[in-house]
């Protein structure tokens, strides 16, 4: 099994930043792909940044510009550095990670770190 262990959420004001960290642990073989989604009140999760093995980054148009997905290979761990935070990017925000163990692939999730973005 993998775990998803995310940290660095929070409150914050309108124009401030964050930073989330998201460190898997356990049968973790390669991680071919690392990443945050978010899901606001009344809407559904949607992709924020992920990236893949091989070290390209893809961002939702919505945080282009504003948000850096960055990662430690030897520590297994994400990074998303959050600037010029607006209202909107209020949500949870869960840690994906899709696994290769040996055997197989396989997705894993965070239990979520909420954000949010207010004055």
């Known amino acids: 099994q993998v775990q998803l262990v995310e940290s660095g959420g929070g409150l914050v004001q309108p124009g401030g930043s964050l930073r989330l960290s998201c460190a898997a642990s356990?049968?973790?073989?390669?991680?071919?792909?690392m990443g945050w989604y978010r899901q606001a009140p009344g809407k559904d999760r949607e992709l924020v940044a992920v990236?893949?093995?091989?070290?390209?980054?893809n961002y939702a148009d919505s945080v282009t510009g504003r948000f850096t997905i960055s990662r430690d290979i030897a520590k297994n761990t994400v990074y998303l550095q959050m600037n010029s935070l607006e209202p909107e990017d209020t949500a949870v925000y869960y840690c994906?990670?899709?696994?290769?163990?040996?055997?197989?692939?396989?997705?894993?999730w965070g239990q979520g770190t909420q954000v949010t973005v207010s004055s």
């Open positions: 994906y990670a899709k696994v290769y163990n040996g055997l197989g692939s396989s997705e894993y």
């Open positions: 356990g049968r973790v073989f390669r991680i071919n792909a």
């Open positions: 990236v893949i093995s091989g070290g390209s980054t």
